[in-house]
């Protein structure tokens, strides 16, 4: 617990300049209401409206803090108001993606190790998906999947898009991962006259594992990220996306970060969760050390 | 000094050529190798680096392929025998797999070649027992120390009983006295298995310690200097390398490499 007192310093320091930064951003705010009604106002009086003002430029650490405990605990979590409810619809459009895209970055990754015509003709491609702006993708695979005549759900055309952002990390990562095995492995291998599938299954994808996760951490982030700019255009009602849309149109910064911090906290819970199942799996392939 | 000349010969090279196309030009790994190797012989291959000595062990084993001449393996060309699964090979490092325990990687070659899980947990036990690690199976090559994983190794290479076994500097990455052990061992596996042995060295002491026939090499173009048939008898304890038989065959393999390196120098 040694590091107990860096971290809690380093937090400290940025509660601190955030408070700082209320203090300075909303200010103007609080100067012209008094310059509005012709009253002077004290320093300590503008300080104390900048901390409790009710659409603030940048809303104070305990203003954020009551927002987002009032979304989780203060609501039924079948509320709309409930950010619990808002976090699972974005949750689980995320899972679904992530399963979509991992499954589909490893199916990549494997074709492309096999074959040299697909790491000449898929690769590019997948490099290049990944400079187009998911922004601007977003829309169209929402109306196209989303509208008529496919009307798929909107859980489903999220999910896409929280894919396109997961697979590319995960074929980068496993392409690297399968190629690990050096000559001597594989060498070994063909003297036992294995096919490709054993050399596959027995060496490339064991190899692979640590590649594999390292890939599943930026993966999952990526995925969330995916899943809220989906829910951003697709004029949902629910979901972290239309949390933060919703706030923005009403100028509700408080809703705004409320809703940041527990996509941030779902973001970093996903990773943990995988970094817990890489632990599991290495140590049980005697690989955890 | 056995019946060789009557043995079945096991492997059979003639007028083995091999090219390598590189940036700089053709390199002529092996030219003209021509020799017969007899069941049940241990072979070393020796000579300095570059002399092409794991570049035939290679070839014997279809991970390369000869520019010219014929090689054959069991009668067989060297890609068929390979598939016919013939030889054992055991690399220069270990290789274990580290997410395997040391019976999970003995049990690889098995497990691709189809054997039963009851034959390959008997195999596993008597194979381990061979190389004296029958009490390690369920430990990672990372909890064993490198003479240990590359007796392992061996065992992987016995598992599947095949009749040859090609070893390319097993023991190089070894010190001396961990070395000096397992050759002993592997003399013993020898009587024991009856086993054809390629070895590959470049340790004088140890190819004549080891070895019924000791071919010495050459670089540039890799190939054959001396052929030297050992006199010792097949029983060979540790300090039999004190005896005046001993010192005359390592003098004469030293000869043979000198010779090797006269004429380009």
């Known amino acids: ?289 | 000094m056995k019946d060789n000349a009557a043995a079945t010969p096991v492997i059979e090279a003639r007028g083995v050529g091999l090219t390598f196309q590189t940036g700089d030009g053709p390199v002529h790994a092996l030219k003209d190798v021509s020799l017969v190797i007899g069941k049940g012989e241990f072979v070393s291959f020796i000579g300095p680096s570059g002399c092409g000595k794991t570049t035939l062990l290679r070839a014997i084993a279809a991970l390369e392929h000869p520019s010219e001449g014929t090689l054959s393996v069991n009668g067989m060309t060297p890609d068929a025998a390979r598939q016919a699964r013939a030889y054992g090979y055991v690399f220069q490092a270990a290789g274990l797999y580290p997410w395997r325990t040391i019976a999970g990687n003995v049990k690889l070659p098995l497990e691709i070649m189809g054997f039963s899980r009851k034959e390959r947990e008997a195999r596993v036990r008597k194979v381990l027992s061979l190389v004296d690690l029958q009490d390690f199976g369920k430990k990672f090559p990372w909890q064993l120390s490198g003479g240990m994983q590359q007796r392992a190794s061996i065992a992987r290479a016995l598992a599947f009983d095949a009749d040859i076994l090609l070893m390319d500097e097993p023991f190089g990455a070894l010190d001396e006295i961990v070395r000096d052990r397992l050759n002993e061992e592997l003399l013993k596996l020898w009587a024991r298995t009856e086993k054809t042995i390629g070895f590959v060295t470049h340790s004088i002491p140890e190819a004549v310690y080891l070895s019924t026939k000791i071919v010495v090499m050459s670089p540039r173009p890799g190939r054959i200097t001396d052929v030297i048939e050992s006199t010792l008898p097949r029983e060979r304890p540790l300090d039999i390398r004190d005896t005046a038989e001993f010192i005359a065959i390592a003098h004469r393999v030293r000869e043979g490499l000198r010779q090797g390196h006269g004429d380009e120098i």
Not at chain 1, 54 to 70: F, N, S
Not at chain 1, 73 to 86: D, E, F, N
Not at chain 1, 137 to 145: G, S
């Open chain 1, 1 to 289: 617990m040694r590091a107990l007192v860096p971290v809690l310093t380093v937090v400290a320091a940025i509660v601190a300049l955030w408070y700082g930064g209320s203090v300075w951003l909303n200010s103007q705010w609080t100067h012209d209401q008094a310059a509005r009604v012709g009253v002077e106002v004290s320093l300590t009086g503008v300080v104390a409206d900048t901390m409790m003002q009710e659409r603030p430029v940048l809303p104070a650490p305990h203003q954020v803090a009551k927002g987002l405990w009032d979304g989780v605990m203060g609501q039924r979590i079948t509320s709309k108001r409930s950010l619990v409810w808002h976090g699972w619809i974005t949750l689980s459009a995320t899972m679904l993606g992530f399963a979509i895209g991992t499954a589909a970055g490893i199916a990549l990754a494997v074709g492309i190790v096999h074959s040299r015509a697909m790491d000449l003709s898929v690769m590019p491609w997948a490099i290049a998906s990944q400079t187009v702006p998911i922004l601007a993708i977003a829309p169209m695979v929402i109306v196209v999947l989303g509208g008529p005549p496919m009307n798929l759900p909107p859980l489903i055309a999220k999910a896409v898009i929280a894919a396109y952002l997961t697979f590319f990390p995960v074929v980068v990562g496993m392409v690297k991962g399968l190629r690990s095995p050096d000559a001597m492995q594989l060498d070994l291998l063909r003297t036992y006259n294995a096919s490709a599938l054993d050399t596959l299954i027995k060496l490339r994808l064991p190899a692979a594992m640590p590649y594999l996760f390292a890939s599943l951490k930026v993966a999952v982030a990526a995925s969330v990220v995916g899943t809220i700019v989906a829910e951003l255009p697709s004029g949902a009602v629910a979901g972290l996306g239309a949390r933060l849309l919703q706030g923005s149109y009403y100028g509700q910064t408080v809703q705004i970060w409320a809703a940041l911090f527990m996509a941030a906290t779902l973001a970093a819970g996903l990773v943990a969760i995988i970094a817990l199942v890489e632990r599991l799996a290495l140590a049980r392939m005697g690989m955890g050390r």
